[in-house]
Nanobody
Framework: VQLQASGGGLVQAGGSLRLSCAAS????????MGWYRQGPGKQREFVAA???????AYADSVKGRFTASRDNAKNTVYLQMNSLKAEDTAVYYC?????????????WGQGTLVTVSS
């Protein structure tokens, strides 16, 4: 599966952005899709995920501000980011997880930069 992320940019604190991630190729075995981010000088961290049935999970730092959604017909997931803070500045990576036998395989998109100015 290939993942193409888009929607990053520069926004002022308190503003909003929506990220998109389009998946192409075989969707067989793909369970959840979601987002991770890596801020300056930080390790990559989980942000949000959404399963095929719409169940969502969020990092505590974004709960109530970010919303993940998906359009299964378009094989696309979205991350609506509201009330952005300077600490949300990061490269955001789209992620897909595929079940292979008894393991989970991760696929990554190329990353899209989100910069929040204070």
């Amino acid at each position: 599966v290939q993942l193409q992320a888009s929607g990053g940019g520069l926004v002022q604190a308190g503003g909003s952005l929506r990220l998109s991630c389009a998946a192409s190729g075989s969707q067989f075995g793909i369970n959840a899709m979601g987002w991770y981010r890596q801020g300056p000088g930080k390790q990559r961290e989980f942000v949000a995920a959404i399963s095929r049935d719409g169940t969502t999970a969020y990092a505590d730092s974004v709960k109530g501000r970010f919303t993940a959604s998906r359009d299964n017909a378009k094989n696309t997931v979205y991350l609506q980011m509201n009330s952005l803070k300077a600490e949300d500045t990061a490269v955001y990576y789209c992620n897909a997880k595929r079940s292979v036998m008894s393991t989970m395989v991760d696929y990554w998109g190329q990353g899209t930069l989100v910069t929040v100015s204070s």
